[in-house]
């Protein structure tokens, strides 16, 4: 299980995702710097325990409407090999492990992983701020297809279910700079 560590990150999370957000294609900002806030996420343990996995909720509040967006963060005792140089977010000094390399888990093979197994019911999110603590407000409505699945993650938010009957889909909750609860599709198995 995934230690929280009580400690610093220089730069922190909040900062390195401010520059490299709105180089994404997916960023819904109009090319204004972002004004983020944490808005919620939580965690999958590493069965290895090497990498730290973190599904982070950020809210932008730059435009006249905030946005949320989902970002599957790695991180990792050293660089990550055969990734494109996108993938990495940046590095920050943790005061208690060190240096670690900040991945975008879309390109981090053990996030996307833990996050198949967390779809197909072999893996159990975690609190976002608590050391081995569930988090039973992350809800997998069935159960998808193993660890070859494609998965799509959802970076742009909005709040809504996960249809009825739908399966292999991966909701949660976040919570908008004006206190209001939401609750969205994260990610979803999807056929090849």
Do not use: C
Request: cysteine-free; proline content about 7%; hydrophobic content about 40%.
């Amino acid at each position: 299980m995934a230690s929280i560590h009580r400690t610093t990150m220089t730069p922190t999370k909040l900062e390195l995702l401010t520059g490299w957000l709105p180089r994404q294609s997916w960023y819904a900002g109009s090319g204004e710097t972002p004004d983020l806030v944490k808005a919620g996420g939580f965690r999958l343990d590493d069965p290895a325990g090497e990498v730290g996995i973190e599904f982070m909720v950020v809210a932008d509040t730059a435009g006249q409407e905030p946005v949320a967006y989902l970002v599957p963060l790695g991180y990792r005792g050293a660089a990550l090999e055969g990734v494109p140089g996108e993938a990495l977010i940046g590095t920050s000094e943790h005061g208690v492990l060190g240096t670690r390399w900040i991945y975008d888990g879309a390109h981090d093979p053990v996030v996307l992983a833990q996050l198949r197994a967390l779809l197909s019911g072999e893996a159990k999110p975690q609190q976002q701020n608590v050391s081995d603590t569930p988090d039973p407000t992350v809800i997998v409505h069935g159960t998808g297809p193993g660890q070859g699945a494609d998965v799509r993650i959802n970076r742009v938010l909005r709040s809504a279910e996960a249809e009825q009957g739908s399966s292999g889909r991966l909701v949660a909750g976040w919570t908008w700079p004006d206190g209001t609860a939401a609750r969205g599709e994260m990610a979803a198995v999807t056929s090849r």
